[in-house]
């Protein structure tokens, strides 16, 4: 049952503390997608990869969000200092590129809650 | 910029009351539209791609249509285990990202 697969699904830290989010696309999918999800904002784009280089990071706040791939079975997101205002839902999706070059659907993993406290 | 605007944020129904859910969206180019469903504490869950004006597809008790402005989620005769957050997405040509509507919260009765 191939699914992505996130670690860890819950995390409490203290202000100022760093953070790392882990996550294992499905194997064979080559573009992987990081999404935070809040009440306000709903899902929000913060960075993808696509064969492990990363395409866009736009979303994120480089000042201390850090999105990396060291190889093609984990994606990472580190968040150091975290604040409370990181606090939210971190989901990993993957998917792959389908005939015509025209991408696939992309899978979400379950998400890690995270509260920064 | 992209936009995906759904309606209306909360929807209850009973069991078999059919109804629809909107997503209106602007974007420079689709190159498809996306619905996902959504169950509490869960991740989102893909249900369908709309890729052009006129198509339609079907998933049980779910159909999805697409326009040049909107799509549809046409839910008919609702059970209860149909009671989710359903997302709209849309894919702007040239990119493999998805921007999301805020989501319909769906609740069905007994």
């Known amino acids: 049952d191939a699914r992505v697969t996130q670690t860890p699904r819950h995390k409490v830290t203290e202000m100022g503390q760093e953070v790392t989010m882990r996550c294992q696309p499905i194997?064979?999918?080559?573009?992987v997608f990081w999404y935070r999800q809040t009440m306000m904002q709903g899902l929000e784009l913060l960075a993808y990869?696509?064969?492990?280089?990363?395409?866009?990071d736009s979303g994120m706040p480089k000042d201390r969000f850090s999105a990396e791939m060291p190889d093609a079975t984990l994606a990472t997101l580190k968040i150091q200092p975290s604040e409370p205002r990181d606090s939210a839902v971190y989901f990993c999706?993957?998917?792959?590129?389908?005939?015509?070059?025209?991408?696939?659907?992309?899978?979400f993993g379950q998400g890690t809650r995270l509260t920064v406290v | 910029e992209d936009q995906v605007t759904q309606s209306p944020e909360a929807l209850r129904l009973q069991e078999g009351e059919s109804s629809s859910l909107n997503c209106s969206y602007t974007?420079?180019?689709?190159?498809?539209l996306f619905w996902y469903r959504q169950d509490p504490g869960k991740g989102p869950e893909f249900l369908f791609t709309?890729?052009?004006a006129g198509e339609e597809k079907e998933k049980e008790r779910l159909k999805a249509t697409l326009t040049k402005k909107e799509s549809f989620l046409h839910i008919t005769a609702p059970k209860p285990e149909d009671s989710a957050t359903y997302l709209c997405?849309?894919?702007?040509?040239?990119?493999?990202?998805?921007?999301f509507g805020k989501g319909t919260m769906l609740l069905v009765s007994p």
């Open positions: 974007v420079s180019g689709l190159r498809g």
């Open positions: 997405a849309v894919q702007p040509s040239g990119y493999s990202t998805l921007t």
């Open positions: 709309l890729y052009s």
């Open positions: 990869f696509r064969n492990r280089a990363p395409l866009d």
């Open positions: 999706a993957s998917g792959s590129r389908g005939t015509g070059g025209m991408n696939t659907e992309a899978f």
């Open positions: 194997l064979g999918h080559n573009t």
